[in-house]
């Protein structure tokens, strides 16, 4: 049988979709070391950093959930490093990471694979441990049900959207805005944005828990039409 397989097929197909994941010349490639020193230099003005780690740009690469929750780990240790490495140089991160999709990585229900698990333990973690040293963390899900509970005991300022009003989602979001009628009332309320018109007239509707502005003194949500700010600045040119 192995006499029979062809090689170069068995090399283009196996060995370089893995042996490209170490190849730190490869085009447009950076290793986490260097993203991470590009991130946390002394300077002015910090870059904004996108990471993305979907199948869609890991073409030509040996890609999982697997590798991609070691890569996601790998950043957020090298994060955390960077944290306490400048705390005990008593200099403040002044850092906001955001992470997307977070039902995916710190799900309330442990995953089966372990390093999945890792992901999620290291993000409750971070979210408990980090705040001395500067460091902020946005989360952003499409999901309160799913989404790990310690984390959301641990936030601040929370901005929900539409889609929370049935189900479990419901239940979930009246155990934070703590049972107050009028308010999850008002956020049933919420017109879905994609029922407009046209995209031009969509309005997208936002209840916030938290010290997000002054007038949220008394503890009570606040509401809130955001706006397109683009149409708006261009119009007024």
């Known amino acids: 049988m192995i006499n029979q397989t062809d090689p170069n097929h068995h090399y283009q197909t196996y060995w370089l979709p893995v042996c490209k994941l170490f190849q730190s010349d490869r085009e447009n490639a950076v290793t986490v070391d260097v993203l991470l020193k590009k991130a946390f230099t002394q300077q002015q003005t910090k870059p904004v950093i996108v990471v993305n780690v979907s199948c869609e740009e890991a073409r030509d690469l040996y890609w999982n959930d697997i590798i991609q929750a070691l890569v996601i780990k790998r950043l957020l240790d090298g994060i955390n490093l960077q944290a306490e490495l400048n705390y005990q140089r008593n200099r403040s991160l002044n850092t906001l990471v955001i992470i997307d999709e977070t039902h995916r990585f710190a799900p309330r229900e442990k995953p089966e694979q372990e390093e999945l698990r890792q992901v999620g333990e290291t993000l409750v973690r971070a979210s408990k441990e980090t705040r001395k040293y500067g460091l902020g963390w946005m989360f ?44 999850l009332k008002l956020y049933q309320s919420f017109r879905d944005p994609h029922s407009a018109f046209d995209i031009a007239s969509r309005q997208y509707a936002f209840m916030t828990i938290g010290p997000v502005s002054p007038l949220s003194f008394a503890g009570t949500p606040l509401f809130f039409y955001s706006i397109q700010y683009a149409r708006t600045i261009s119009q007024r040119k």
């Open 140 to 183: 952003i899900s499409q999901t309160l049900s799913s989404l790990h509970r310690d984390i959301i005991t641990q936030l601040r300022i929370f901005f929900f959207g539409f889609g929370l009003a049935l189900g479990t989602e419901f239940t979930s979001l009246k155990e934070i805005v703590g049972g107050d009628p009028n308010a």
